[in-house]
């Protein structure tokens, strides 16, 4: 999947599924904003 141009908007990415997915999605050319209670 081409995410080179994609802003993607992850909630709840500071631990377990969403931070991988965070990590998954920056390596994959996303650009990534992350939000989390801690």
């Known amino acids: 999947m081409d995410l080179k141009d994609a802003t993607i908007l992850i909630t ?20 990534v904003a992350i939000t989390g209670r801690d």
Do not use: H, V
């Open 12 to 31: 709840g990415g500071t631990l377990g599924i969403g931070y991988e997915t965070a990590r998954l999605l920056i390596d994959s050319g996303a650009r």
